[in-house]
Structure formats: C-alpha cells, structure tokens
C-alpha cells in the first residue's frame, strides 16, 4: 500500500511509520521542510499558506492526517487557544480539500480526533461512539476538527475519526512526563483520583489502524483506547508498583488549577469512562487489553 502521513514526527506518528514501514508498505511523509526526493517518500505541505503537493497523492491508497498544535505545551491563553483549533482545523480543510481535487482519492483517510469530545464523566457513565458532545472547549475543537473532514466525504473518501485516549508510552505523552516524580518515590494520585482514565498502548495503535484500513464498512468516530479504563488512584497504583515505588504524594487539583491554568481540567483532574465499542463490535482483538500487563512491558519490569 501507499500511505500519506502527517505529524509524521509525532509519537503516534512515528510509531505508524516505522510500524508500515516494517510491514513494506510505502510511505510517504507529509512534512512542513522541502526537501529533494528522487524516492517520492516525502511530500511538502505548508497548511498556514495553503500548499500541499497533491502531485504525489495520487494514487495513494491511505491517508493518515495526525498534524496538530500540542494540547499541552504551554497555558491556554486566548492565542494558544486559537492555535489549537486553527492548526486541526486549517490543516484538515486544507488536507480534504486536496484530496477531493485528486483524481484518484486514497480510498480511506483516517484522522486524528479525541475521547476530549465527551468531557467529564463519573465513572458510573460509560461512554462510547454514540454519546453526546461536551460544551467545554476541546470539545469544540474536536466538532470543528472532525467536521473539517468533509470535503473528504463528498469526494467519496471513506473518513474515520479515531478518537484518542491517553496513549501510553515511556517515548513521549502523559506517562512520559509523570514518570520522573514516580521514579523518584514522589508520585501519587491527582486530585481525588476518581477520574477515569481511559488509555490505550502505544504498540496497540499500529494494530488498530491497520484493522481500520482493512475493515471497509467502517466509518465516523472510532474510539481507541483499551476495553478496560482505570481511575486515576488505580493507574497510580499500578506504575506504583510496577516501578517498585511509593505512591503516597497526591498532587491537589487546586494546585494544579494554579501551575497550568484552564488546562488542567480537562487534561490531569476530569476524565471519563470510554469503550472501544465500534472495534469490540466489528471483532478487534486488542494485543495489550490491561494496564499492569501494558506497563509491565513498557519497563520491561515485574513486579515482585
């Protein structure tokens, strides 16, 4: 197969590349750098011009659209806001308006999206593909983001939104940042640790995608993420124990509404309670299904 990836240079991006190309497919990185490519294995884009070589679409059989500003690099201030959604949904109507000019459009593209959609939930409330959208803001950016697709559609583009949870890996991501305090004896649950995480491995999501190309009567929003969501003090103590660490600092949610502003919220103290419910049902045997046998792995560690 030929497959087109943006955010090539991410953590899930990085991940499918190397992951397709080990599976011998071509692959072609969409980047923001010209550069001379007698392979044809990088194509130019610049979304905030406009520009994207559509020359080397064509023919391609899948498009992986991961390219987006950072959730967590800096404070929500009005401009990083503003970036946030400018940069999903610019760069997706961008991409979508390219591909609906191809002569021969990939036949799915699989865009990047996020469980942010639901909002935040008691653990007593599952939710899946079918719930209701929150009103906070990531949620809008994710409506915006995902409704950015549809030039795609018309085009006759199979679309699916693979809406991410929390991917865990020591590469990058959440556990990546939280794992120094925890190495130091320091770590403990967030707030009341009740909130739900719902999470998914690093490894599983080249698996996924690959099941998503394949699976053709598949479409719209895909939640990926593990079958079995923890809550906070549960994955806290996991790592805990997986790390052979003690776990008894918590970190107070008003402490963190003081260090990292708005996004706090919706990014270390809420959470909500997601099932994978369109892969289940569609026959997806997740590889790395539970949270202590996925960090076990991860550290290449056992408990003792």
Excluded at 217 to 231: D, H, K, L, Q
Aim: hydrophobic share 40%; aromatic share 8%; proline share 5%.
């Amino acid at each position: 197969m030929k497959i087109a990836i943006t955010g090539c240079t991410g953590l899930i991006g990085t991940e499918l590349t190397k992951y397709f190309k080990g599976q011998g497919d071509h692959v072609v990185e969409v980047i923001r750098v010209k550069k001379e490519d007698s392979n044809r294995s990088t194509m130019y884009w610049n979304p905030d011009q406009g520009v994207m070589e559509t020359d080397k679409l064509e023919g391609c059989d899948v498009f992986i659209h991961l390219a987006g500003e950072n959730i967590s690099s800096r404070r929500w201030d009005n401009k990083q806001k503003e970036r946030i959604l400018t940069s999903r949904t610019r760069g997706t109507t961008v991409l979508c308006n390219a591909l609906s000019r191809l002569k021969q459009p990939p036949k799915v593209l699989l865009s990047a999206s996020a469980i942010g959609y639901y909002g935040n939930h008691p653990a007593s409330i599952t939710l899946d593909e079918q719930s209701t959208k929150s009103n906070d803001f990531l949620a809008e950016v994710i409506s915006e983001w995902e409704s950015a697709t549809q030039p795609a559609k018309e085009a006759g583009v199979r679309v699916v939104h693979m809406r991410f949870g929390i991917v865990l890996s020591e590469k990058g991501g959440a556990l990546a940042k939280m794992l120094l305090p925890f190495q130091l004896g320091m770590g403990g649950r967030i707030g009341d640790g009740k909130q739900i995480m719902s999470w998914v491995a690093l490894e599983e999501i080249p698996l996924i995608v690959q099941f998503l190309i394949q699976q053709e009567s598949i479409t719209g929003p895909v939640n990926i993420v593990s079958p079995y969501s923890v809550s906070n003090q549960e994955f806290t103590n996991t790592l805990g124990k997986v790390l052979h660490r003690p776990t008894i600092l918590p970190l107070p949610a008003f402490l963190l509404r003081v260090l990292f502003g708005e996004m706090a919220d919706p990014l270390l103290v809420n959470g909500c309670n997601v099932i994978p419910r369109k892969l289940q049902e569609s026959g997806y045997s997740f590889a790395y299904p539970h949270l202590h046998n996925t960090l076990t792995r991860i550290f290449g560690n056992k408990e003792k």
